[in-house]
């Protein structure tokens, strides 16, 4: 263990021997085994966005055994998906890789402005497919987010009974917030603060805006000067939000988008002190051999 995956692992103190351990293998795999940094292969797209706008472009990608692929062959630390997924490949890459079931999924079948999750997966699920941790979306701002929380709360304790530990995606949306202020500094930082409170150890957030959406924040960002003129600078205060920096906070890749935009932004991340990124469709939507060497790029900028 190396003195970085020591120091990490005593930010949760709290937790039992079993969800240090789980924490230990996420962070002693892959190229950044030992590093406390985090690259990981999220493919929950099929059910989120639909088989055809995620996986069209690289056909291949219609199996779920190519995404554990994809991740042990580039070194992520860990691969995440819903349950069909990981049942298809679980047998098959036992071992290979740390895994991590997402326990709630939506579809965008039915459009709507505030969105609540369904629950797709339990605990026993994760265990039985030898799962590192599970994973669940909340949507902060959201009129069902007292249901999330809830719910979230009731996962978090039975993950941590049997040594699981929650990574949460914390992707503020709803009526409350206009479409900028999804990824507005001051959401973004609150949605991965509260992500924290409800016991997350490891936050997964979009990488944030300069848009300040709420008043009275913008007036506290303005008389406290708070920096949020680049990228590096707004992940340095998201990353101060959770807990001054005593939780892993890892950012979404997002909307497919060009190498060196995805390679910026990750130098960007890197700089201001976040942990790591969780990258999906710009890794997964390539060729595969373009696929690996994007994604051992950006764990590169990570190792520095």
Known sequence: ????????????????????????????????????????????????????????????????????????????NAYAAPL????????????????????????????????????????DDALRLGCAAIGYTIYPG????????????ELILEGKAVGLPTVVWSYPRGSSLSK??????DVVAYGAHIACELGAHIVKVKPPTAHVEQKDAKKVYESEGIKIDTLADRVRHVVQSCFNGRRIVIFSGGVA????????????????????????????????????????KIMDIYAA
């Open 1 to 76: 263990m190396t003195d970085r995956v020591r120091e990490i692992l005593g930010w949760y103190r709290s937790d039992n021997p079993g969800v240090l351990k789980n924490l230990h293998a996420l962070m002693s795999t892959g190229r950044l085994a030992g590093t406390g940094k985090f690259v990981i292969l999220p493919v929950d797209q099929g059910f989120e966005h639909g088989p055809a706008r995620s996986f069209a472009k690289n056909a291949a990608g219609y199996d779920p055994r190519y995404h554990f692929e994809l991740a042990i062959d580039s070194g992520c």
């Open 84 to 123: 069909g997924f990981l049942e298809a490949g679980a047998a098959e890459f036992a071992g290979r890789i740390p895994t991590i079931l997402k326990v709630n999924n939506s579809d965008s079948l039915m459009k709507g402005e505030d969105p609540c999750p369904a629950v797709t997966a339990t605990v």
């Open 142 to 153: 959201s009129s069902a987010r007292n249901e999330m929380y809830e719910q979230l709360r």
């Open 180 to 185: 900028d202020g999804e990824t507005a500094i």
């Open 257 to 296: 988008k060009g190498t060196d935009e995805v390679l910026e932004e990750c130098r960007q991340i890197n700089a201001g002190g976040g942990l790591g990124s969780i990258i999906g469709r710009n890794s997964f939507q390539r060729p595969k051999k373009e696929g690996v060497e994007l994604l051992k």
